[in-house]
């Protein structure tokens, strides 16, 4: 399966943007799903998931409330709402898939991953 982010950019605090992920090769429906990102300098940290079907969602405590993941299996694409942007939000934004998952945080489990988008926050 491959896996292509787009939709990251520059944009000042408070603004929203929306990656999306597009699933190739496989049908996403197969996999759980999830977003990671990595700031200059640290690990590669959980964001948020989705399960296969997408009625299982979970999100990491600093975006809670301002972040949504969501997606449309018939499109083959997994999507970030991204609301409220801060400055540390900053990061490299990853698209990961799991497959036959049920969308984990344990970053081993997902062995299959996009390039990853850049999104800056600054003003």
């Known amino acids: 399966v491959q896996l292509v982010e787009s939709g990251g950019g520059l944009v000042q605090p408070g603004d929203s943007l929306r990656l999306s992920c597009a699933v190739s090769g496989r049908s996403a429906g197969d996999y759980a799903m999830a977003w990671f990102r990595q700031a200059p300098g640290q690990e590669r940290e959980f964001v948020s998931a989705?399960?296969?079907?997408?009625?299982?969602?979970r999100y990491a405590d600093s975006v809670k409330g301002r972040f949504s993941i969501s997606r449309h299996n018939a499109n083959n694409t997994m999507y970030l709402q991204m609301n409220s942007l801060k400055p540390e939000d900053t990061a490299v934004y990853y698209c990961a898939a799991e497959n036959g998952g049920y969308g984990t945080t344990n970053i081993r489990s997902y062995d299959n991953w996009g390039q990853g988008t850049q999104v800056t926050v600054s003003s």
């Open positions: 989705i399960g296969r079907s997408g009625g299982f969602t």
